[in-house]
């Protein structure tokens, strides 16, 4: 699902600030302008100028790509638009993101900058954000996830058929293409005049290409009306299979390097640059299984966290003493899965229960047990009893084949629901008024 949107870390340190710093700007400055109305919902002129200057920002050594201020400015307001968009989407269907969960990905973001929560902290603040509008942002984002993840889920359907069928199909190597993507985007039910336009608009770009008056990047920039165009439209590397079919035939004649045609789809006019192509071999696989027990305790509204926390701490005393684990379980655990089999857990991948098990497990010796910890819903003990190595090749292949088959499905649905939220939304765009 990454491929829908742009990371994670793209939106935090580069797109906006969340609601909670308009609110903030809304009580600090009153009369501050508005840039966009989105339903309800205000981007105020700060919110767009931190995007603006923090996309300046990462692309400093590429000023040459950058479209001009005006339309730099409008593709970025489209991107806010979106996420705010996006966000009252989730908000309706009752989505959420706790704060155990996000403090978790605080701190694997901490760690993938190789840097600890203070340090990041500090980092935040010299990018010119409070800690608590990155957390804002890191929760809006997440949230985002999971909308796209439960759109994938209601309209996404991958039949066990297809699955057989595309490894059928394939031989011993996989060959993945880094590509590069240029929408000039049509409406449903376009009229002639409409396509006309948008024919000439994609045969203009491609010339000014082709002349070597503009690299693809820097066209994408200014003229793609896709989600990627502030990422110079950069889809990444994708297995030949995740490709659509449209693009497939085009790439069949073409060398790395080279741009495609203009080409018709679903969505409108599109340019695609075939930037590079590997193989991947296929290798046998295997994961760490791990053999767990478990036992929880819930918060809820007759149990304070507080309150699990002082009876989390009794039961692991009782364990510690030498009481046998699944007689406590049995008696005191809240987990109605593993509660009857003594909170046996089974064997499992290290992130099959979540983050938070995953990260306590990991730290664990076999035998050893571990201190309470909080997850969203309780407290929690874990013994880890056992590991093993299996060969998880065919699994494996078919997950990838499934996910495969998924993002090829998807990235037309998403960006077609994407389209429908905005034209089924009251957008007011102020900028230049």
Do not use: C
Not at 10 to 30: E, K, R, S, V
Not at 259 to 270: A, E, H, I, M, T
Not at 404 to 431: G, H, W
């Amino acid at each position: 699902m990454s491929r829908l949107l742009p990371s994670l870390l793209f939106f935090i340190f580069l797109l906006g600030t969340p609601l909670a710093a308009q609110a903030q700007a809304l009580q600090l400055d009153p009369v501050e302008s508005i840039v966009a109305v989105v339903e309800e919902d205000v981007i105020l002129r700060s919110e767009l100028d931190m995007a603006v200057n923090n996309v300046t920002r990462r692309l400093a050594g590429r000023t040459d790509q950058l479209p001009p201020p005006n339309v730099l400015e409008r593709q970025v307001l489209q991107q806010l638009i979106m996420m705010r968009l996006q966000l009252q989407r989730a908000e309706a269907m009752g989505l959420r993101v706790g704060d155990v969960e996000l403090d978790q990905t605080i701190g694997r973001i901490a760690q993938q900058q190789g840097a600890s929560i203070d340090q990041l902290r500090q980092q935040v603040r010299m990018d010119g954000l409070s800690y608590e509008a990155f957390r804002q942002q890191v929760r809006d984002e997440l949230v985002i996830s999971r909308l796209q993840q439960n759109f994938v889920q209601s309209r996404v359907v991958v039949s066990e058929t297809e699955i057989d069928n595309l490894l059928a199909s394939r031989t011993g190597s996989e060959l993945q293409i880094h590509l590069g993507y240029l929408l000039v985007a049509l409406p449903d039910g376009a009229t002639p005049d409409q396509i006309e336009v948008a024919r000439d608009k994609i045969d203009g770009v491609r010339q000014l290409i082709e002349r070597g008056e503009m690299d693809f990047a820097a066209a994408a920039m200014r003229y793609s009306d896709h989600q990627t165009a502030l990422e110079g439209g950069n889809m990444g590397w994708r297995s030949s299979d995740e490709i659509p079919p449209l693009f497939t035939h085009a790439l069949a004649s073409m060398q790395p390097g080279e741009v495609s045609q203009p080409l018709r789809g679903p969505s409108g006019f599109s340019l695609i640059h075939y930037i590079d192509s590997r193989d991947q071999s296929q290798a046998i696989e295997t994961v760490t299984e791990y053999h767990a027990r478990g036992l929880m305790v819930r918060v809820g509204e007759l149990v304070t966290r507080e309150e699990a926390r002082t009876k989390i701490d009794a039961l692991r005393a009782r364990i510690a003493a030498g009481e046998d684990f699944a007689t406590v379980a049995r008696e005191a655990s809240d987990d109605q899965i593993t509660r009857n089999q003594g909170g046996d857990m089974g064997w499992f991948p290290l992130s099959a229960w979540g983050p938070a098990v995953a990260n306590v497990l990991g730290s664990l010796e076999d035998g050893e047990l571990s201190e309470p910890f909080a997850s969203d819903v309780g407290w929690h003990l874990i013994q880890r009893l056992e590991t093993r190595e299996q060969d998880i090749t065919r699994e494996a292949q078919r997950k990838r084949a499934r996910e495969t088959i998924v993002a090829r499905k998807a990235d037309e649905e998403f960006d077609r629901f994407l389209r429908q939220l905005r034209d089924e939304a009251y957008i007011d765009e102020r900028l230049g008024s």
